[in-house]
């Protein structure tokens, strides 16, 4: 098996001025170009885990692995950074120029990549996430989801392996968060970027690869989005909704209509249905 | 309260020469404008310093009317300046006797010669925040402050301030905004009462404002580490400054106008 680009080992964290462990004993394997999401209500330590990624933390137990170097290791803090990128939940709270462009270019200049480059990896990062014609505009004429979209070109032009979206959607209208969406899922697919999609939206996670529940610092729960979703009470435990369309099709298969396993979302649903009306 | 159609300083949009200017030698040619315009010592030597900003004026097509614009809070300075000076400076003629003072002839040139000084230097800094975005100003004035860091002057980290106080203020008055009409529909009252009451009013506004900044602190900084950034050092810059040949135009036409300047004052 090729090595993850990002492991997760045993790690827990608790905050200084905490006695609790704000991440207990969790364990995460991203294999490379995969698409994997964490699940989990707010405090169940889902935004320490992201954070514990690129060394913005550092665990107080177990180790994390970025493309096999120890976040701990502080000579490895800026490569770790450049290759597992991170987009934030704030909008506005993560952009720092005052010229879309010269945001995306912060992080080439602090990584110090030659003025000769900027220009062409600034385009190609605005012109993966559709936001090229909006270069020269400044980030508070934009709207939620533009602004995310320039977040996401800022990381995108450090050319990273990874990227750990910290619930990136859920400041966004269902639009902002549509679009965003749209383009992560591109970025993964058409560039075979790694992505770590933390959020709170059973129905973002309804396409990736692998689905992690956490609560109360652990993950409780792992798999495809069809195992974990297949039992909407299990997933009520942990204080989370199984997408709208997994409840309904269990209360429709309560009703009497034999709706298989494994609906998630509107379009699989209505094809089901037709399906049973002929 | 229209807090939204707020511009960022007075830069005035327009593409010409002026504007394309490289902002160091822009900000330097300003202290030597200041200079010259404090080296004239009469009225004649201010000539070239009028030609100087009318020129100006003309290459950046940034109207005069802008440029003055910057002189009309200062008003009652400069009427001040000029009576102060008209009342109480020493002179031998006797222009006007108005009874309980005297008007004299040479008192009156300097006070006219103190008050255009005062509205030429107004002119001769407006000239430069007009045709120079906020934020380049700041890059420029980095670049010119960073050999002091040698002596542990903190020149990027000055320019860094600067650069995320220009990119917050639209996002932080928007939030204001926000706020009070909040606060208002709850009833507070922001504009009635005198001035010691409408200062308490706005605590309720202040306090979640301030709040709100120093999260959006934290995160920021956050969100800036991870982004590598670890401060000024082995940092590349998108935007690199250069000296073109309009630059060193303008610099022979600023030594021009000190020489004319200095020879004015040797003829009168």
């Given at each position: 098996?090729?090595?993850?680009?990002?492991?997760?080992?045993?790690?827990?964290?608790?905050?200084?001025?905490?006695?609790r462990?704000?991440?207990?004993?969790?364990?995460?394997?991203?294999?490379?170009?995969?698409?994997?999401?964490?699940?989990?209500?707010?405090?169940?330590?889902?935004?320490?885990?992201?954070?514990?990624?690129?060394?913005?933390?550092?665990?107080?137990?177990?180790?994390?692995?970025?493309?096999g170097?120890?976040?701990?290791?502080?000579?490895?803090t800026w490569?770790?950074?450049?290759?597992a990128?991170?987009?934030?939940?704030?909008?506005?709270?993560?952009?720092?120029?005052?010229?879309v462009?010269?945001?995306?270019?912060?992080?080439?200049?602090?990584?110090?990549?030659?003025?000769?480059?900027?220009p062409?990896?600034?385009?190609?990062?605005?012109?993966?996430?559709?936001?090229?014609?909006?270069?020269?505009?400044?980030?508070?004429?934009?709207?939620?989801?533009?602004?995310?979209?320039?977040?996401?070109?800022?990381?995108?032009?450090?050319?990273?392996?990874?990227?750990?979206?910290?619930?990136?959607?859920?400041m966004?209208?269902p639009?902002?968060r549509?679009?965003?969406?749209?383009?992560?899922?591109?970025?993964?697919?058409?560039q075979?970027?790694?992505?770590?999609?933390?959020?709170?939206?059973?129905?973002?996670?309804?396409?990736?690869?692998?689905?992690?529940?956490?609560?109360?610092?652990?993950?409780?729960?792992?798999?495809?989005?069809?195992?974990?979703?297949?039992?909407?009470?299990?997933?009520?435990?942990?204080?989370?909704?199984?997408?709208?369309?997994?409840?309904?099709?269990?209360?429709l298969?309560?009703?009497?209509?034999?709706?298989?396993?494994?609906?998630?979302?509107?379009?699989?649903?209505?094809?089901?249905?037709?399906?049973?009306?002929? | 309260?229209?807090l939204?159609?707020?511009?960022?300083?007075?830069y005035y949009?327009?593409?010409?020469?002026?504007?394309?200017?490289?902002?160091?030698?822009?900000?330097?040619l300003?202290?030597?404008?200041?200079?010259?315009?404090?080296?004239?010592?009469?009225?004649?030597?201010?000539?070239?310093?009028?030609?100087?900003?009318?020129?100006?004026?003309?290459?950046?097509?940034?109207?005069i009317?802008?440029?003055?614009?910057g002189?009309?809070?200062?008003?009652?300075?400069?009427?001040?300046?000029?009576?102060?000076?008209?009342?109480?400076?020493?002179?031998?003629?006797?222009?006007?006797?108005?009874?309980?003072?005297?008007?004299?002839?040479?008192?009156?040139?300097?006070?006219?010669?103190?008050t255009?000084?005062?509205?030429?230097?107004v002119?001769?800094?407006?000239?430069?925040?007009?045709?120079?975005?906020?934020?380049?100003?700041?890059?420029?004035?980095?670049?010119l402050?960073?050999?002091?860091?040698?002596v542990?002057?903190?020149?990027?980290?000055?320019?860094?301030?600067?650069?995320?106080?220009?990119?917050?203020?639209?996002?932080?008055?928007?939030?204001?905004?926000?706020?009070?009409?909040?606060?208002?529909?709850?009833?507070?009252?922001?504009?009635?009462?005198?001035?010691?009451?409408?200062?308490?009013?706005?605590?309720?506004?202040?306090?979640?404002?301030?709040?709100?900044?120093f999260?959006?602190?934290?995160?920021?900084?956050?969100?800036?580490?991870?982004?590598?950034?670890?401060?000024?050092?082995?940092?590349?810059r998108?935007?690199?400054?250069?000296?073109?040949?309009?630059?060193?135009?303008?610099?022979?036409?600023?030594?021009?106008?000190?020489?004319?300047?200095?020879?004015?004052?040797?003829?009168?």
């Amino acid at each position: 098996m090729p090595t993850p680009i990002i492991s997760v080992d045993h790690v827990s964290f608790a905050y200084e001025e905490e006695a609790r462990e704000a991440v207990r004993d969790v364990s995460l394997q991203l294999p490379r170009g995969s698409f994997h999401a964490i699940l989990g209500q707010n405090g169940s330590g889902k935004s320490t885990l992201a954070k514990l990624i690129n060394g913005l933390y550092l665990p107080t137990k177990g180790t994390v692995t970025v493309c096999g170097m120890d976040t701990a290791d502080d000579r490895n803090t800026w490569e770790i950074r450049r290759r597992a990128g991170m987009v934030f939940q704030n909008p506005d709270n993560q952009l720092v120029a005052t010229v879309v462009e010269e945001d995306v270019a912060f992080g080439l200049e602090n990584i110090g990549v030659p003025t000769a480059e900027m220009p062409a990896r600034i385009e190609k990062a605005l012109r993966d996430v559709g936001m090229l014609e909006y270069a020269q505009r400044a980030p508070h004429t934009l709207s939620g989801g533009q602004k995310q979209r320039v977040a996401i070109a800022g990381v995108l032009a450090m050319q990273p392996e990874a990227i750990i979206f910290d619930e990136s959607t859920a400041m966004l209208d269902p639009r902002g968060r549509k679009e965003v969406m749209e383009a992560v899922k591109q970025l993964n697919r058409e560039q075979g970027i790694t992505v770590l999609w933390i959020t709170h939206f059973m129905e973002e996670a309804v396409h990736c690869d692998r689905v992690h529940i956490m609560h109360d610092g652990q993950i409780v729960l792992s798999g495809t989005p069809r195992d974990v979703f297949a039992d909407p009470e299990q997933i009520r435990k942990y204080r989370l909704d199984a997408p709208p369309m997994a409840r309904l099709a269990v209360q429709l298969r309560e009703a009497g209509m034999p709706i298989r396993d494994g609906v998630l979302t509107a379009e699989e649903m209505t094809k089901e249905v037709l399906r049973l009306c002929r | 309260m229209a807090l939204n159609d707020i511009t960022l300083g007075q830069y005035y949009p327009a593409d010409s020469a002026v504007h394309r200017m490289d902002p160091r030698v822009k900000i330097l040619l300003l202290i030597a404008l200041i200079v010259a315009i404090f080296l004239a010592g009469n009225l004649l030597a201010f000539v070239p310093v009028v030609a100087l900003l009318l020129a100006a004026s003309a290459l950046s097509h940034v109207p005069i009317r802008m440029m003055l614009k910057g002189v009309k809070p200062l008003r009652f300075i400069l009427v001040l300046t000029f009576v102060l000076n008209v009342f109480f400076l020493q002179g031998e003629t006797v222009l006007v006797d108005l009874g309980f003072a005297m008007i004299k002839t040479e008192s009156l040139i300097t006070a006219v010669h103190y008050t255009l000084r005062l509205v030429f230097l107004v002119l001769a800094s407006s000239l430069l925040t007009l045709t120079t975005p906020p934020i380049v100003l700041t890059d420029g004035l980095e670049r010119l402050l960073s050999p002091l860091r040698v002596v542990h002057f903190p020149a990027h980290e000055m320019a860094m301030m600067m650069s995320i106080a220009l990119r917050f203020i639209p996002t932080l008055l928007e939030e204001a905004d926000k706020i009070m009409k909040a606060q208002t529909a709850r009833g507070a009252d922001f504009e009635s009462g005198n001035l010691i009451q409408r200062a308490k009013a706005m605590v309720p506004l202040l306090v979640p404002l301030f709040v709100s900044a120093f999260r959006r602190a934290g995160d920021l900084a956050m969100a800036m580490e991870a982004r590598c950034y670890h401060g000024g050092e082995g940092r590349t810059r998108l935007r690199v400054l250069k000296c073109g040949q309009r630059d060193y135009i303008a610099c022979v036409v600023m030594a021009l106008v000190i020489a004319a300047i200095l020879l004015l004052n040797r003829v009168c």
